[in-house]
């Protein structure tokens, strides 16, 4: 069973530039895992008849958003974090808005797992919103995976929006305490090992210049000047089974690329 998971940074931009049905032709996901899809279903005019598609787009059009698209139909399907996760941490209002109406989360439930896309808040460029990402987002997913763990194992992915340690960027040095590379944001991902969560790619791939994401603005792509921001975390439990990790750097399409999970039967 392969699971992708990419930031589309747009699906109807990535469609528009005949680049969606590529790749998936080219990767040929089981379950295809998607943030910022920044559109609402009805918006995309693309096949996906293949697959049992749930989209979450944000309430604020053009925004955000993530979608799971799969071929084995889930057994069940949630949108968002659960109320009372939403109510514990204070997960509402902050100065760019209600963070819980952001479509950030789809959970997909299938028969010995749930698998969750996600699409973590970026703490902005002055830092406006790392207060809310560390004191309040990341605690509550962790806790939110936490408790789908006491039911049965847990795959999460998507953009964690953090670069979890010095070769999971091409230049760690002048980026120390920026967004994406903060102490806060790193112990925020941190605790998602410490809580027994595994990061799949490091299973198999150890050192630098494998990243998924580039700057548009400096044509960072070009030098392989990227960021390791998008990743599949797994319950222990789980890790035996994941067979394959792989970063997808050749598919073009959105400033991010795909990665992906293999698992075994």
């Given at each position: 069973m392969r699971i992708v998971s990419w930031n589309v940074n747009g699906i109807r931009a990535v469609h528009k530039k005949e680049l969606f049905h590529p790749f998936l032709e080219s990767l040929k996901p089981d379950v295809v895992c998607l943030q910022e899809i920044k559109s609402q279903e009805h918006e995309f005019d693309g096949d996906l008849s293949e697959f049992d598609a749930h989209w979450h787009p944000a309430v604020k059009k053009g925004y955000s958003g993530t979608a799971?698209?799969?071929?084995?139909?889930?057994?069940?399907?949630?949108?968002?974090?659960?109320?009372q996760i939403v109510d514990k941490f204070d997960l509402t209002n902050d100065d760019f808005g209600d963070v819980s109406s952001e479509g950030r989360v789809v959970t997909a439930e299938y028969d010995d797992f749930y698998l969750v896309t996600v699409y973590t808040p970026n703490a902005k460029g002055d830092l406006g919103r790392l207060k809310l990402r560390h004191e309040k987002w990341d605690p509550a997913f962790l806790a939110y995976m936490k408790k789908l763990e006491?039911?049965?194992?847990?795959?999460?992915?998507?953009?964690?929006?953090?670069?979890?340690?010095?070769?999971?960027?091409?230049?760690p040095k002048p980026n120390e305490g920026k967004a994406g590379y903060t102490d806060e944001e790193r112990s925020g991902f941190e605790q998602f090992l410490t809580a027994g969560f595994v990061d799949t790619f490091r299973m198999f791939t150890e050192g630098n210049g494998h990243y998924t994401w580039w700057s548009y603005v400096t044509g960072a792509r070009a030098r392989n000047a990227g960021w390791r921001i998008d990743y599949f975390l797994v319950s222990a439990s789980l890790k035996d089974r994941v067979i394959a990790a792989e970063i997808h750097a050749d598919i073009m399409g959105s400033d991010h690329c795909p990665v992906s999970i293999t698992l075994a039967d």
């Open positions: 799971i698209f799969s071929k084995p139909q889930p057994l069940s399907v949630t949108k968002g974090l659960p109320k006491k039911k049965k194992p847990v795959i999460f992915c998507g953009d964690l929006n953090v670069a979890h340690q010095p070769e999971d960027l091409a230049n």
